[in-house]
């Protein structure tokens, strides 16, 4: 059975860092391509970063390019998202999943980040 727990979001005030943790279960971990999304206010949920567990490579939407590392431990089976230089466009609801989950797959309850100016 799958199960995603986010954590980690909060409030911060433009320019600050958050970190979040997924903890998966349910989930071949070492071997999938593991990916963050995120859904703001009014808007659809879009992929943020994505790594590929066994080769460790990345991808990031040009949006958070150079300001967000995605990485994850194998032996915990956890995903992290380090978030720098935060912008209020970033506040949103954080979830983790696979590559190219989709609506009908199983989601976490995601954890809430909000950019104050």
């Known amino acids: 059975q799958v199960q995603l727990v986010e954590s980690g979001g909060g409030l911060v005030q433009s320019g600050g860092s958050l970190r979040l943790s997924c903890a998966a279960s349910?989930?071949?971990?070492?071997?999938?391509?593991m990916a963050w999304y995120r859904q703001g206010p009014g808007k659809e949920r879009e992929l943020v970063a994505h790594i590929t567990r066994s080769d460790e490579a990345t991808y990031y939407a040009d949006s958070v390019k150079g300001r967000f590392t995605i990485s994850g431990d194998n032996a915990k089976n956890t995903l992290y998202l380090q978030m720098n230089s935060l912008k209020p466009a970033d506040t949103a609801v954080y979830y983790c999943n696979k590559r190219f989950a989709s609506t009908y797959d199983y989601w976490g309850q995601g954890t809430q980040v909000t950019v104050s100016s």
């Open positions: 349910g989930i071949p971990f070492s071997i999938s391509t």
